[in-house]
Nanobody, 122 residues
Framework: QVQLVESGGGLVQPGGSLRLSCAVS????????MDWYRQAPGKERGLVVT???????NYADSAKGRFTISRDNAKNTVYLQMNSLKPEDPAVYYC????????????????WGQGTQVTVSS
């Protein structure tokens, strides 16, 4: 069974940093694009950043200049370095990956992680 497991969330003061990780486990051929989303209470889940398999990235305006996404294809892991965290950043952060199945060849589907809580408070 394929699983995406996030880690690294927690409590940080405004202006602080956190590094989130999302590791994909299971029998897969690979992962195409990987995304980080976030959802605050009472709000819709929104895209924070996307990274393609070759490393191209696309950031939401709220993340530009403060967040950095990276990935290790050999480990099927994506990271989100979050700096200068603001009071508006608290949310549950989810990763999503486009999984490439071993069979049928070329088949893909989206898989979500369970989320990790980020809290920003002094």
């Amino acid at each position: 069974q394929v699983q995406l497991v996030e880690s690294g969330g927690g409590l940080v003061q405004p202006g602080g940093s956190l590094r989130l990780s999302c590791a994909v486990s299971g029998s897969i051929f690979g992962i195409n694009a990987m995304d980080w989303y976030r959802q605050a209470p009472g709000k819709e889940r929104g895209l924070v950043v996307t990274i393609t398999r070759d490393g191209s990235t696309n950031y939401a305006d709220s993340a530009k200049g403060r967040f950095t996404i990276s990935r290790d294809n050999a480990k099927n892991t994506v990271y989100l370095q979050m700096n200068s965290l603001k009071p508006e950043d608290p949310a549950v952060y989810y990763c999503k990956g486009q999984v490439i199945e071993r069979w049928p060849v070329g088949a893909t589907y989206d898989e979500w992680g369970q989320g990790t809580q980020v809290t920003v408070s002094s």
